[in-house]
Nanobody, 119 residues
């Protein structure tokens, strides 16, 4: 079992920045991907950014050039630096830890952290 805990959400003004953190603990293996997804009220959950254990990244189109994902494998922690935030970035941000084991992939989600962009 893997536990995933996010932190760092809050209220920020348009144009501002925020940094989210997500730590995974428990039965951690090397072949894993950690990343961020978000869900706004009335909308489906969407990809924000992911990073594999070896550093390959993938970003959602709406955040490219503004958000940056990084990770510290020694701490099993992933970070999301969010710059130039806009009201449409308001959502609950969820961290996901995905682990491959043999022929299967196991996903573990955090409880989510609220990000609100408003003046």
């Amino acid at each position: 079992q893997v536990r995933v805990v996010e932190s760092g959400g809050g209220l920020v003004q348009p144009g501002g920045s925020l940094r989210l953190s997500c730590a995974a603990s428990g039965n951690i293996f090397g072949i894993n991907t950690m990343g961020w997804y978000r869900q706004a009220p009335g909308k489906e959950r969407e990809l924000v950014a992911t990073m594999t254990y070896i550093g390959n990244t993938n970003y959602g189109d709406s955040v490219k050039g503004r958000f940056s994902i990084s990770r510290d494998n020694t701490k099993n922690t992933v970070y999301l630096q969010m710059n130039s935030l806009q009201p449409e970035d308001t959502a609950v941000y969820y961290c996901k830890y995905s682990q491959r084991l043999l022929q299967s992939t196991y996903d573990y989600w955090g409880q989510g952290t609220q990000v609100t962009v408003s003046s």
